[in-house]
Protein backbone atom coordinates (compact mmCIF):
# COMPACT_ATOMS: atom_id res chain seq x y z
CA UNK A 1 0.00 0.00 0.00
CA UNK A 2 1.68 3.08 -0.88
CA UNK A 3 0.25 6.10 1.34
CA UNK A 4 1.34 8.87 2.95
CA UNK A 5 -0.10 10.39 5.78
CA UNK A 6 0.13 13.99 6.47
CA UNK A 7 -0.85 14.25 10.01
CA UNK A 8 -2.17 17.48 12.44
CA UNK A 9 -1.31 20.12 9.99
CA UNK A 10 -3.30 23.09 9.19
CA UNK A 11 -4.82 22.84 5.64
CA UNK A 12 -4.77 25.31 3.36
CA UNK A 13 -6.34 23.77 0.74
CA UNK A 14 -5.29 26.45 -2.39
CA UNK A 15 -9.33 27.67 -2.88
CA UNK A 16 -8.96 30.66 -0.91
CA UNK A 17 -11.55 29.86 1.63
CA UNK A 18 -9.64 30.05 5.63
CA UNK A 19 -7.74 26.91 6.76
CA UNK A 20 -8.63 24.42 8.95
CA UNK A 21 -7.00 21.70 10.97
CA UNK A 22 -6.84 18.41 9.34
CA UNK A 23 -4.35 15.45 7.59
CA UNK A 24 -4.14 14.91 4.10
CA UNK A 25 -4.02 10.85 3.00
CA UNK A 26 -1.82 10.37 -0.44
CA UNK A 27 -1.98 7.39 -2.81
CA UNK A 28 0.65 6.59 -5.02
CA UNK A 29 0.15 10.06 -7.11
CA UNK A 30 -3.11 11.24 -5.96
CA UNK A 31 -4.58 12.77 -3.08
CA UNK A 32 -6.47 10.22 -1.50
CA UNK A 33 -8.90 12.26 1.32
CA UNK A 34 -8.63 15.65 2.70
CA UNK A 35 -10.01 15.00 6.45
CA UNK A 36 -11.11 17.34 9.60
CA UNK A 37 -9.68 17.33 12.95
CA UNK A 38 -12.04 14.88 14.60
CA UNK A 39 -12.34 12.64 11.30
CA UNK A 40 -10.76 8.90 11.83
CA UNK A 41 -7.59 8.91 10.69
CA UNK A 42 -6.89 6.01 8.11
CA UNK A 43 -4.14 3.38 7.77
CA UNK A 44 -1.04 4.42 6.37
CA UNK A 45 2.42 2.97 5.26
CA UNK A 46 4.17 5.83 6.40
CA UNK A 47 3.22 8.93 8.27
CA UNK A 48 4.61 12.32 8.12
CA UNK A 49 3.99 14.79 10.90
CA UNK A 50 3.00 18.19 10.35
CA UNK A 51 2.25 19.32 13.75
CA UNK A 52 2.72 23.33 13.52
CA UNK A 53 3.39 23.51 10.16
CA UNK A 54 0.57 24.29 6.61
CA UNK A 55 -0.46 21.67 4.54
CA UNK A 56 -0.86 23.78 1.19
CA UNK A 57 -0.46 22.40 -2.98
CA UNK A 58 2.66 22.36 -4.53
CA UNK A 59 3.57 26.12 -5.62
CA UNK A 60 3.31 26.45 -9.10
CA UNK A 61 5.84 29.51 -10.67
CA UNK A 62 3.30 30.81 -13.50
CA UNK A 63 6.69 32.58 -15.17
CA UNK A 64 9.53 30.50 -15.72
CA UNK A 65 12.49 29.79 -18.08
CA UNK A 66 13.58 26.84 -16.04
CA UNK A 67 12.26 25.27 -19.91
CA UNK A 68 15.40 26.07 -20.97
CA UNK A 69 17.52 23.94 -17.85
CA UNK A 70 14.86 20.92 -18.00
CA UNK A 71 16.29 19.47 -21.20
CA UNK A 72 19.76 19.39 -19.03
CA UNK A 73 20.43 15.97 -17.86
CA UNK A 74 21.74 17.41 -14.56
CA UNK A 75 18.83 19.98 -14.57
CA UNK A 76 17.46 18.28 -10.74
CA UNK A 77 20.80 20.06 -9.18
CA UNK A 78 20.47 23.37 -11.03
CA UNK A 79 16.90 23.64 -10.36
CA UNK A 80 16.92 21.91 -6.83
CA UNK A 81 16.14 26.02 -5.07
CA UNK A 82 12.51 25.29 -6.70
CA UNK A 83 11.97 22.55 -4.83
CA UNK A 84 13.43 23.85 -1.66
CA UNK A 85 11.30 26.78 -1.84
CA UNK A 86 7.97 24.73 -2.49
CA UNK A 87 7.25 25.02 -6.50
CA UNK A 88 6.77 21.76 -7.84
CA UNK A 89 5.04 22.85 -10.98
CA UNK A 90 6.76 25.53 -13.59
CA UNK A 91 5.04 26.93 -16.75
CA UNK A 92 7.64 27.86 -19.28
CA UNK A 93 7.46 29.00 -22.19
CA UNK A 94 7.71 32.65 -21.52
CA UNK A 95 8.99 36.04 -23.47
CA UNK A 96 8.37 34.74 -26.63
CA UNK A 97 10.71 31.93 -26.47
CA UNK A 98 9.52 27.93 -26.22
CA UNK A 99 11.75 24.90 -27.34
CA UNK A 100 9.55 24.40 -30.19
CA UNK A 101 7.86 24.17 -32.47
CA UNK A 102 11.36 24.50 -34.23
CA UNK A 103 12.54 24.20 -38.06
CA UNK A 104 15.68 23.03 -38.99
CA UNK A 105 16.96 25.75 -41.34
CA UNK A 106 16.27 29.01 -39.05
CA UNK A 107 17.25 26.42 -35.48
CA UNK A 108 20.15 28.99 -35.18
CA UNK A 109 18.28 32.01 -34.60
CA UNK A 110 16.39 30.43 -31.61
CA UNK A 111 19.52 29.13 -30.43
CA UNK A 112 21.26 32.40 -29.97
CA UNK A 113 17.95 34.05 -28.82
CA UNK A 114 17.87 31.62 -26.09
CA UNK A 115 21.51 32.18 -24.95
CA UNK A 116 19.54 34.77 -22.78
CA UNK A 117 17.59 31.73 -20.78
CA UNK A 118 19.77 28.74 -21.00
CA UNK A 119 22.90 27.66 -18.80
CA UNK A 120 24.44 25.75 -21.73
CA UNK A 121 23.57 24.15 -25.10
CA UNK A 122 21.58 20.76 -25.44
CA UNK A 123 20.60 19.19 -28.53
CA UNK A 124 17.09 19.58 -30.03
CA UNK A 125 15.44 16.31 -30.20
CA UNK A 126 12.41 17.43 -31.65
CA UNK A 127 10.49 19.53 -34.27
CA UNK A 128 6.90 19.60 -33.12
CA UNK A 129 5.55 20.52 -30.33
CA UNK A 130 3.60 17.29 -29.53
CA UNK A 131 8.05 15.79 -29.65
CA UNK A 132 9.13 18.09 -27.80
CA UNK A 133 6.76 17.69 -25.01
CA UNK A 134 7.26 13.84 -25.52
CA UNK A 135 10.49 14.09 -25.35
CA UNK A 136 10.57 15.99 -21.94
CA UNK A 137 8.49 13.71 -20.33
CA UNK A 138 11.22 10.89 -21.41
CA UNK A 139 13.86 12.58 -19.69
CA UNK A 140 11.74 12.70 -16.21
CA UNK A 141 11.89 16.27 -14.93
CA UNK A 142 12.23 16.90 -11.55
CA UNK A 143 9.62 19.66 -11.84
CA UNK A 144 6.03 19.41 -13.56
CA UNK A 145 5.67 21.36 -16.51
CA UNK A 146 3.35 23.16 -18.19
CA UNK A 147 4.87 24.72 -21.61
CA UNK A 148 3.57 27.94 -23.47
CA UNK A 149 4.57 28.04 -26.92
CA UNK A 150 6.33 31.66 -27.94
CA UNK A 151 5.68 34.00 -30.53
CA UNK A 152 9.16 34.47 -31.25
CA UNK A 153 9.46 30.64 -31.82
CA UNK A 154 6.84 30.62 -33.99
CA UNK A 155 7.99 33.11 -36.04
CA UNK A 156 11.80 31.53 -36.73
CA UNK A 157 9.50 28.20 -37.26
CA UNK A 158 7.11 29.40 -39.31
CA UNK A 159 9.17 32.47 -41.62
CA UNK A 160 12.70 33.37 -42.46
CA UNK A 161 11.49 37.28 -42.25
CA UNK A 162 14.29 38.03 -39.44
CA UNK A 163 11.91 40.81 -38.22
CA UNK A 164 9.35 43.46 -39.07
CA UNK A 165 5.74 42.61 -40.84
CA UNK A 166 5.73 39.00 -42.71
CA UNK A 167 4.48 37.95 -45.98
CA UNK A 168 1.22 36.87 -45.45
CA UNK A 169 1.66 33.29 -46.71
CA UNK A 170 4.43 33.19 -43.50
CA UNK A 171 1.84 34.66 -41.37
CA UNK A 172 -0.50 32.06 -41.82
CA UNK A 173 1.80 29.55 -41.99
CA UNK A 174 2.78 30.87 -37.76
CA UNK A 175 -0.80 31.07 -36.86
CA UNK A 176 -1.01 27.32 -38.14
CA UNK A 177 2.06 26.24 -36.14
CA UNK A 178 0.18 27.69 -32.70
CA UNK A 179 -3.28 26.02 -33.31
CA UNK A 180 -1.34 22.99 -33.59
CA UNK A 181 1.33 23.07 -30.62
CA UNK A 182 -1.48 24.27 -28.61
CA UNK A 183 -3.94 20.91 -30.04
CA UNK A 184 -0.47 19.27 -29.26
CA UNK A 185 -0.67 20.32 -25.27
CA UNK A 186 0.74 23.97 -25.38
CA UNK A 187 -1.17 26.07 -22.35
CA UNK A 188 -1.27 29.31 -24.11
CA UNK A 189 0.90 31.16 -25.95
CA UNK A 190 3.73 33.53 -25.13
CA UNK A 191 5.01 36.83 -26.52
CA UNK A 192 8.47 38.69 -25.42
CA UNK A 193 7.73 42.23 -27.09
CA UNK A 194 10.70 44.11 -25.44
CA UNK A 195 13.34 41.56 -27.51
CA UNK A 196 14.35 41.11 -31.52
CA UNK A 197 11.92 39.98 -33.30
CA UNK A 198 9.22 40.85 -30.76
CA UNK A 199 9.63 44.66 -30.08
CA UNK A 200 9.23 45.00 -34.36
CA UNK A 201 6.07 42.95 -35.07
CA UNK A 202 3.32 45.10 -36.11
CA UNK A 203 0.38 45.41 -34.03
CA UNK A 204 -1.88 43.46 -36.68
CA UNK A 205 0.24 40.68 -36.32
CA UNK A 206 -0.22 40.54 -31.99
CA UNK A 207 -3.69 41.05 -33.05
CA UNK A 208 -3.90 38.18 -35.30
CA UNK A 209 -2.02 35.85 -32.83
CA UNK A 210 -4.16 36.42 -29.82
CA UNK A 211 -7.80 35.80 -32.42
CA UNK A 212 -6.18 32.58 -32.72
CA UNK A 213 -5.16 32.08 -29.34
CA UNK A 214 -8.97 33.28 -28.29
CA UNK A 215 -10.32 30.96 -30.10
CA UNK A 216 -8.63 27.94 -28.87
CA UNK A 217 -8.91 29.24 -25.41
CA UNK A 218 -5.57 29.69 -24.81
CA UNK A 219 -3.68 32.16 -22.40
CA UNK A 220 -1.76 34.80 -23.60
CA UNK A 221 1.28 35.81 -21.47
CA UNK A 222 2.72 38.98 -22.61
CA UNK A 223 6.31 40.33 -21.83
CA UNK A 224 5.45 44.11 -23.18
CA UNK A 225 7.73 46.22 -25.40
CA UNK A 226 8.56 48.75 -22.40
CA UNK A 227 8.52 48.79 -18.74
CA UNK A 228 10.39 51.89 -17.94
CA UNK A 229 9.50 55.10 -18.60
CA UNK A 230 12.04 55.32 -21.55
CA UNK A 231 12.87 52.56 -23.78
CA UNK A 232 14.14 51.08 -26.80
CA UNK A 233 11.06 50.08 -28.36
CA UNK A 234 9.53 53.03 -28.94
CA UNK A 235 10.88 56.97 -30.32
CA UNK A 236 12.34 59.12 -27.89
CA UNK A 237 9.76 61.87 -28.72
CA UNK A 238 7.05 59.66 -27.52
CA UNK A 239 5.40 61.90 -25.11
CA UNK A 240 3.50 58.89 -23.02
CA UNK A 241 5.60 57.04 -20.82
CA UNK A 242 6.51 54.15 -22.88
CA UNK A 243 5.21 51.88 -20.10
CA UNK A 244 1.98 53.30 -20.01
CA UNK A 245 2.33 53.28 -24.00
CA UNK A 246 3.21 49.55 -23.68
CA UNK A 247 0.61 48.79 -21.49
CA UNK A 248 -2.31 50.81 -23.04
CA UNK A 249 -1.51 48.90 -26.76
CA UNK A 250 -1.69 45.17 -25.41
CA UNK A 251 -4.80 46.04 -23.42
CA UNK A 252 -6.57 47.30 -27.05
CA UNK A 253 -5.23 44.32 -28.45
CA UNK A 254 -7.40 42.09 -25.63
CA UNK A 255 -10.03 44.43 -26.42
CA UNK A 256 -10.39 43.94 -29.89
CA UNK A 257 -9.80 39.87 -29.88
CA UNK A 258 -11.27 39.36 -26.60
CA UNK A 259 -7.63 36.84 -25.49
CA UNK A 260 -7.59 35.58 -21.88
CA UNK A 261 -4.49 38.34 -20.73
CA UNK A 262 -1.50 37.29 -18.48
CA UNK A 263 0.47 40.75 -18.05
CA UNK A 264 3.86 38.80 -17.06
CA UNK A 265 6.18 40.62 -14.65
CA UNK A 266 4.21 43.64 -13.97
CA UNK A 267 7.57 45.62 -13.19
CA UNK A 268 8.34 49.50 -13.18
CA UNK A 269 11.89 49.52 -14.17
CA UNK A 270 14.05 52.75 -13.03
CA UNK A 271 12.72 55.56 -10.61
CA UNK A 272 11.05 57.27 -12.96
CA UNK A 273 8.57 54.67 -13.63
CA UNK A 274 7.72 54.24 -9.82
CA UNK A 275 5.35 56.77 -9.74
CA UNK A 276 3.41 55.16 -12.64
CA UNK A 277 2.08 52.12 -10.50
CA UNK A 278 -1.31 53.48 -10.02
CA UNK A 279 -1.89 54.96 -13.30
CA UNK A 280 -1.07 51.54 -14.70
CA UNK A 281 -2.60 49.01 -12.20
CA UNK A 282 -6.05 51.76 -13.36
CA UNK A 283 -5.73 50.43 -16.38
CA UNK A 284 -5.78 47.10 -16.04
CA UNK A 285 -8.84 47.35 -13.45
CA UNK A 286 -10.41 49.56 -16.25
CA UNK A 287 -10.19 46.63 -18.66
CA UNK A 288 -11.11 43.98 -15.84
CA UNK A 289 -14.93 46.15 -15.24
CA UNK A 290 -15.33 46.11 -18.74
CA UNK A 291 -15.07 42.47 -18.56
CA UNK A 292 -11.74 41.44 -20.06
CA UNK A 293 -9.96 38.91 -18.60
CA UNK A 294 -6.95 40.01 -17.65
CA UNK A 295 -4.14 39.44 -14.97
CA UNK A 296 -0.88 40.28 -13.59
CA UNK A 297 2.28 38.43 -11.83
CA UNK A 298 5.04 39.52 -10.07
CA UNK A 299 8.14 38.61 -8.12
CA UNK A 300 8.91 39.75 -4.56
CA UNK A 301 12.69 41.51 -5.26
CA UNK A 302 13.25 44.99 -6.47
CA UNK A 303 15.87 43.06 -9.05
CA UNK A 304 15.67 40.94 -11.89
CA UNK A 305 17.98 38.96 -14.71
CA UNK A 306 18.47 40.53 -17.83
CA UNK A 307 22.07 40.71 -19.78
CA UNK A 308 24.11 43.16 -20.40
CA UNK A 309 22.89 43.65 -24.19
CA UNK A 310 19.46 44.54 -22.77
CA UNK A 311 19.85 48.62 -22.65
CA UNK A 312 22.16 48.74 -25.60
CA UNK A 313 20.08 50.47 -28.70
CA UNK A 314 19.17 48.74 -31.62
CA UNK A 315 21.46 50.21 -34.23
CA UNK A 316 24.43 49.35 -31.64
CA UNK A 317 23.93 46.03 -31.61
CA UNK A 318 23.27 45.88 -35.26
CA UNK A 319 26.44 47.34 -36.04
CA UNK A 320 28.50 44.48 -33.32
CA UNK A 321 31.12 43.30 -33.27
CA UNK A 322 32.63 46.54 -34.81
CA UNK A 323 30.74 48.90 -33.21
CA UNK A 324 32.72 47.99 -29.68
CA UNK A 325 35.88 49.54 -31.94
CA UNK A 326 33.87 52.45 -33.19
CA UNK A 327 34.92 55.90 -31.63
CA UNK A 328 31.90 57.21 -33.31
CA UNK A 329 29.51 54.48 -32.28
CA UNK A 330 31.23 54.32 -28.69
CA UNK A 331 30.48 58.66 -28.30
CA UNK A 332 27.04 58.28 -29.56
CA UNK A 333 25.73 54.99 -27.27
CA UNK A 334 27.41 56.95 -24.77
CA UNK A 335 25.49 60.22 -24.84
CA UNK A 336 22.40 57.65 -25.78
CA UNK A 337 22.67 55.73 -22.76
CA UNK A 338 23.26 58.26 -20.21
CA UNK A 339 20.39 60.29 -21.13
CA UNK A 340 18.22 57.33 -21.56
CA UNK A 341 19.35 55.90 -17.53
CA UNK A 342 18.76 59.61 -16.59
CA UNK A 343 15.56 59.83 -17.97
CA UNK A 344 14.84 55.84 -16.75
CA UNK A 345 16.12 56.79 -13.25
CA UNK A 346 19.11 53.98 -13.63
CA UNK A 347 22.48 54.62 -11.88
CA UNK A 348 25.32 52.41 -12.84
CA UNK A 349 25.72 51.08 -9.25
CA UNK A 350 22.04 49.48 -10.04
CA UNK A 351 23.95 47.20 -12.62
CA UNK A 352 25.33 44.03 -10.88
CA UNK A 353 27.13 41.20 -12.59
CA UNK A 354 25.73 37.60 -12.26
CA UNK A 355 27.46 35.69 -14.35
CA UNK A 356 30.37 37.50 -16.13
CA UNK A 357 30.56 34.65 -18.85
CA UNK A 358 34.20 35.34 -19.25
CA UNK A 359 36.87 32.65 -18.23
CA UNK A 360 39.07 33.86 -15.83
CA UNK A 361 36.90 37.25 -14.74
CA UNK A 362 34.73 35.02 -12.22
CA UNK A 363 35.67 37.67 -9.35
CA UNK A 364 33.48 39.87 -10.89
CA UNK A 365 30.20 38.16 -10.26
CA UNK A 366 28.17 39.99 -7.84
CA UNK A 367 30.16 43.24 -8.20
CA UNK A 368 27.93 46.25 -9.69
CA UNK A 369 29.41 47.98 -12.82
CA UNK A 370 30.09 50.97 -10.74
CA UNK A 371 32.53 48.91 -8.94
CA UNK A 372 34.38 47.28 -11.95
CA UNK A 373 34.83 50.56 -12.94
CA UNK A 374 36.79 51.47 -10.06
CA UNK A 375 38.66 48.42 -9.62
CA UNK A 376 39.46 48.84 -13.25
CA UNK A 377 40.21 52.67 -12.57
CA UNK A 378 37.65 53.67 -15.73
CA UNK A 379 34.66 55.18 -16.43
CA UNK A 380 31.43 52.62 -15.66
CA UNK A 381 30.82 53.36 -19.49
CA UNK A 382 33.70 51.50 -20.76
CA UNK A 383 33.53 49.15 -18.09
CA UNK A 384 30.34 47.82 -19.25
CA UNK A 385 31.31 48.15 -22.95
CA UNK A 386 34.90 45.98 -21.85
CA UNK A 387 32.57 43.61 -20.04
CA UNK A 388 29.88 43.21 -23.20
CA UNK A 389 32.46 42.87 -25.50
CA UNK A 390 34.37 40.34 -23.45
CA UNK A 391 31.67 38.34 -23.29
CA UNK A 392 30.19 38.99 -26.54
CA UNK A 393 27.25 39.78 -24.72
CA UNK A 394 26.91 37.10 -22.61
CA UNK A 395 27.50 38.43 -19.36
CA UNK A 396 23.90 37.55 -17.12
CA UNK A 397 22.99 40.91 -15.08
CA UNK A 398 20.86 42.13 -11.97
CA UNK A 399 19.16 45.49 -12.60
CA UNK A 400 18.12 46.83 -9.64
CA UNK A 401 15.53 49.65 -9.52
CA UNK A 402 13.08 47.36 -10.83
CA UNK A 403 9.66 48.58 -8.61
CA UNK A 404 11.80 50.13 -5.80
CA UNK A 405 14.73 49.36 -3.74
CA UNK A 406 15.45 47.58 -0.59
CA UNK A 407 13.64 51.36 1.51
CA UNK A 408 11.36 51.94 -0.53
CA UNK A 409 8.68 49.47 -2.15
CA UNK A 410 5.95 50.95 -2.45
CA UNK A 411 5.18 50.14 -6.34
CA UNK A 412 6.27 46.25 -5.51
CA UNK A 413 4.14 46.13 -2.40
CA UNK A 414 0.97 47.59 -4.13
CA UNK A 415 1.33 45.48 -7.58
CA UNK A 416 1.97 42.23 -5.21
CA UNK A 417 -1.16 43.65 -2.75
CA UNK A 418 -3.08 43.85 -5.73
CA UNK A 419 -5.98 40.93 -6.37
CA UNK A 420 -5.28 40.00 -9.85
CA UNK A 421 -1.55 39.83 -9.02
CA UNK A 422 -0.22 36.02 -9.00
CA UNK A 423 3.25 35.02 -8.47
CA UNK A 424 6.48 33.95 -10.31
CA UNK A 425 10.22 33.50 -10.35
CA UNK A 426 11.33 34.84 -13.43
CA UNK A 427 14.84 33.72 -12.94
CA UNK A 428 17.57 32.91 -15.16
CA UNK A 429 19.51 29.98 -13.13
CA UNK A 430 22.79 29.13 -14.28
CA UNK A 431 25.49 26.78 -12.89
CA UNK A 432 27.83 29.49 -11.57
CA UNK A 433 28.15 33.35 -10.62
CA UNK A 434 25.75 35.14 -7.97
CA UNK A 435 22.04 34.01 -8.23
CA UNK A 436 19.11 35.96 -8.67
CA UNK A 437 17.97 36.26 -5.14
CA UNK A 438 14.20 35.04 -6.68
CA UNK A 439 15.72 31.68 -7.69
CA UNK A 440 15.86 30.89 -3.67
CA UNK A 441 13.09 33.00 -2.25
CA UNK A 442 10.33 33.96 -3.74
CA UNK A 443 7.56 31.69 -2.58
CA UNK A 444 9.19 32.19 1.13
CA UNK A 445 9.30 35.78 0.98
CA UNK A 446 5.97 36.09 0.08
CA UNK A 447 4.74 33.57 2.68
CA UNK A 448 6.96 35.28 5.77
CA UNK A 449 8.24 38.71 5.38
CA UNK A 450 5.03 39.63 3.12
CA UNK A 451 2.10 37.67 4.49
CA UNK A 452 3.36 36.72 8.02
CA UNK A 453 5.14 40.07 8.97
CA UNK A 454 3.93 42.79 6.66
CA UNK A 455 0.33 41.63 6.07
CA UNK A 456 0.02 42.79 2.95
CA UNK A 457 -2.76 39.70 2.30
CA UNK A 458 -3.59 36.96 4.20
CA UNK A 459 -2.09 33.30 3.94
CA UNK A 460 -4.99 31.80 2.15
CA UNK A 461 -4.92 34.68 -0.44
CA UNK A 462 -1.19 33.74 -0.41
CA UNK A 463 -1.44 30.37 -1.31
CA UNK A 464 -4.45 30.73 -3.35
CA UNK A 465 -2.27 32.95 -5.51
CA UNK A 466 0.38 30.44 -5.73
CA UNK A 467 -1.52 27.43 -6.41
CA UNK A 468 -5.13 27.50 -7.49
CA UNK A 469 -5.81 30.88 -9.18
CA UNK A 470 -2.15 30.44 -11.55
CA UNK A 471 -3.30 26.47 -12.07
CA UNK A 472 -6.87 27.68 -13.57
CA UNK A 473 -4.84 30.64 -15.42
CA UNK A 474 -3.72 27.99 -17.64
CA UNK A 475 -6.12 25.22 -17.48
CA UNK A 476 -4.23 22.97 -15.49
CA UNK A 477 -7.11 21.47 -13.79
CA UNK A 478 -5.57 17.99 -12.12
CA UNK A 479 -2.86 20.20 -9.67
CA UNK A 480 -3.08 23.99 -7.61
CA UNK A 481 -5.74 22.24 -4.88
CA UNK A 482 -5.52 19.76 -2.00
CA UNK A 483 -8.94 17.60 -2.86
CA UNK A 484 -9.42 14.06 -2.76
CA UNK A 485 -8.57 12.49 -6.79
CA UNK A 486 -5.77 15.66 -7.55
CA UNK A 487 -2.12 15.07 -8.20
CA UNK A 488 -0.07 14.95 -4.78
CA UNK A 489 1.75 17.96 -5.41
CA UNK A 490 1.78 18.95 -1.76
CA UNK A 491 4.14 21.44 0.20
CA UNK A 492 4.50 21.16 4.39
CA UNK A 493 6.20 24.47 5.84
CA UNK A 494 6.09 26.34 8.64
CA UNK A 495 4.15 29.31 8.81
CA UNK A 496 6.02 31.01 11.74
CA UNK A 497 9.86 30.24 10.22
CA UNK A 498 9.60 30.59 6.66
CA UNK A 499 11.42 33.03 5.13
CA UNK A 500 14.05 33.74 2.32
CA UNK A 501 17.68 34.40 3.46
CA UNK A 502 18.23 37.75 1.16
CA UNK A 503 21.50 38.68 -0.27
CA UNK A 504 23.35 40.95 2.11
CA UNK A 505 26.14 43.26 0.61
CA UNK A 506 28.55 41.61 -1.21
CA UNK A 507 26.87 37.92 0.31
CA UNK A 508 24.53 35.98 -2.53
CA UNK A 509 20.87 35.06 -1.53
CA UNK A 510 20.57 31.83 0.61
CA UNK A 511 18.49 29.03 1.07
CA UNK A 512 14.86 29.76 2.31
CA UNK A 513 13.78 28.57 5.69
CA UNK A 514 10.76 27.00 7.11
CA UNK A 515 9.79 24.36 3.91
CA UNK A 516 9.65 20.94 5.63
CA UNK A 517 8.77 18.70 3.09
CA UNK A 518 7.69 18.79 -0.45
CA UNK A 519 5.83 15.98 -2.48
CA UNK A 520 5.58 15.52 -6.28
CA UNK A 521 3.05 13.25 -8.09
CA UNK A 522 3.34 11.33 -4.88
CA UNK A 523 7.31 11.56 -4.40
CA UNK A 524 8.96 12.78 -1.01
CA UNK A 525 11.52 15.42 -2.48
CA UNK A 526 12.09 17.37 0.62
CA UNK A 527 12.64 15.48 3.67
CA UNK A 528 12.24 17.52 6.91
CA UNK A 529 14.18 20.21 4.85
CA UNK A 530 16.17 18.12 2.97
CA UNK A 531 16.17 17.97 -1.10
CA UNK A 532 16.30 14.62 -2.50
CA UNK A 533 18.20 15.18 -5.98
CA UNK A 534 17.52 11.47 -7.07
CA UNK A 535 13.83 11.93 -6.89
CA UNK A 536 13.03 12.99 -10.61
CA UNK A 537 8.83 12.37 -10.46
CA UNK A 538 7.72 15.37 -12.61
CA UNK A 539 4.93 15.05 -15.12
CA UNK A 540 4.68 16.95 -18.33
CA UNK A 541 1.33 18.80 -18.17
CA UNK A 542 -0.81 18.89 -21.67
CA UNK A 543 -3.69 20.72 -21.03
ZN1 LIG B 1 10.13 38.54 -19.76
Not at 6 to 27: E, N, T
Not at 88 to 116: K, M, Q, W, Y
Amino acid sequence: MDTTLLRSGVIVDGLGGPAFPGHVLLRGDRIDAVLREGDTTPEAARHVDATGCVIAPGFIDMHSHADWQLPLDDHPELLSSMLEQGVTTVVGGNCGISPAPLRRETLGRLHDFASIARDRPFEYAWESFAEYLEQMGKGKPALNLAELVGHSTLRYAGSDAARGPMPREDLSNCLDRLRQSVEEGACGLSFGLGYDPGMYSPVEELQAFCQVAAEADATATVHLKAYSRISPCYPVTTPEAHNVRALREMLEVARQTGVRLQLSHFIFVGRRSWPSVEACLELVDGARRNGLDIMIDAFPYTCGNTTIHAPFPYWFLAALPGAYRSRLARMRLRVELELGFRLAGFIYSDFQVMDAGVEGWEELNGLTIAEIARKWKTSPFDAMLTLAERSKGATTMLFHSYSGEPQNQHALETVLGHEACLFETDVIVKSGGHPNPAALGTFPRILGPLVRDRRLFDLETAVHRMTGASAGRFGISDRGVLASGKAADVVVFDAAQICDTPPEGKQPAGRSRGIEHVFINGAHAVKAGVYQSGVRAGHVIRT
